[in-house]
């Protein structure tokens, strides 16, 4: 039995937070089970599940008496998102859960994500997920910059991006500033405004040859 006439908007809101729910219990570890319910469908509202051994669940599971009961909470205090709250799981392990209302068209609740933390759970697994020593494979080791505004945040990532290519022994003088345009391109600078400017001043070229560089990189890509 459905609880709301779901608009093709609606299903794709829903879909747009799968993903969500995988980031989260990568980032959160094997400890964190992530479910988002659809409420098109009490009957089988889970629509997607991460380490659902946690509660025994799977795609297509109904909706737990408790997500019924936090959602009348959610829909009765109108301007509230979530609700956080300790609950125990199906082999009575301690959990810390949270609800959070995903709305939908004329801000109906037309889904739900439940993040379910077992803290009863191995302490070893959770501090190695949170491990620096998780950092250390070349895939992982990113660094970010929190920059105050566009332009710092550019003049750092051209600043980073000049240290590397300099660094670099296999990169010839002569392409040295193809190759920083090149990588400055893959890095997303570009997209944003006074970029090509900002760029030119660091390199101490022209525009020009910012954008024939750049130019030159796309119709590359293009014939391959």
């Not at 998102?81 to 301690?94: A, M, V």
């Not at 400017?197 to 990189?217: C, D």
């Given at each position: 039995m459905s609880?709301?006439?779901?608009?093709?908007?609606?299903h794709?809101?829903?879909?747009?937070?799968?993903?969500?729910?995988?980031g989260i219990a990568d980032y959160l570890g094997?400890?964190?089970?992530?479910?988002?319910?659809?409420?098109h469908d009490y009957n089988q509202s889970a629509v997607v599940i991460a380490n659902g051994h946690h509660s025994g669940r799977k795609v297509g599971a109904p909706i737990t008496d408790l997500a019924l009961r936090m959602?009348?909470?959610?829909?009765?205090?109108?301007?509230?998102?979530?609700k956080s709250y300790f609950t125990r799981g199906k082999n009575g392990q301690l959990m810390k859960s949270s609800t959070i209302a995903i709305r939908g068209k004329d801000n109906k609740i037309i889904a739900l994500l439940c993040i379910n933390m077992n803290l009863d759970g191995s302490l070893s697994n959770f501090l190695?997920?949170?491990?620096?020593?998780?950092?250390?494979?070349?895939?992982?080791?990113?660094?970010?910059?929190?920059?105050?505004?566009?332009?710092?945040?550019?003049k750092n990532t051209i600043e980073t991006t000049i240290h590397e290519v300099d660094a670099s022994q296999e990169i010839p003088h002569h392409?040295?500033?193809?190759?920083?345009?090149?990588?400055?391109l893959e890095r997303g600078v570009f997209q944003m405004r006074d970029s090509v400017a900002i760029v030119s001043n660091a390199l101490k070229i022209s525009k020009h040859t910012v954008y024939l560089h750049l130019r030159n990189y796309n119709n590359n890509q293009g014939e391959d």
């Amino acid at each position: 039995m459905s609880y709301l006439s779901f608009t093709d908007e609606d299903h794709l809101i829903i879909k747009s937070y799968e993903a969500l729910v995988y980031g989260i219990a990568d980032y959160l570890g094997s400890e964190c089970e992530v479910v988002l319910h659809s409420l098109h469908d009490y009957n089988q509202s889970a629509v997607v599940i991460a380490n659902g051994h946690h509660s025994g669940r799977k795609v297509g599971a109904p909706i737990t008496d408790l997500a019924l009961r936090m959602l009348k909470e959610l829909e009765n205090s109108g301007a509230k998102q979530s609700k956080s709250y300790f609950t125990r799981g199906k082999n009575g392990q301690l959990m810390k859960s949270s609800t959070i209302a995903i709305r939908g068209k004329d801000n109906k609740i037309i889904a739900l994500l439940c993040i379910n933390m077992n803290l009863d759970g191995s302490l070893s697994n959770f501090l190695n997920t949170f491990s620096p020593n998780q950092l250390l494979s070349p895939e992982n080791n990113v660094k970010e910059n929190f920059a105050n505004s566009v332009e710092d945040l550019l003049k750092n990532t051209i600043e980073t991006t000049i240290h590397e290519v300099d660094a670099s022994q296999e990169i010839p003088h002569h392409n040295r500033n193809k190759e920083i345009i090149r990588l400055l391109l893959e890095r997303g600078v570009f997209q944003m405004r006074d970029s090509v400017a900002i760029v030119s001043n660091a390199l101490k070229i022209s525009k020009h040859t910012v954008y024939l560089h750049l130019r030159n990189y796309n119709n590359n890509q293009g014939e391959d």
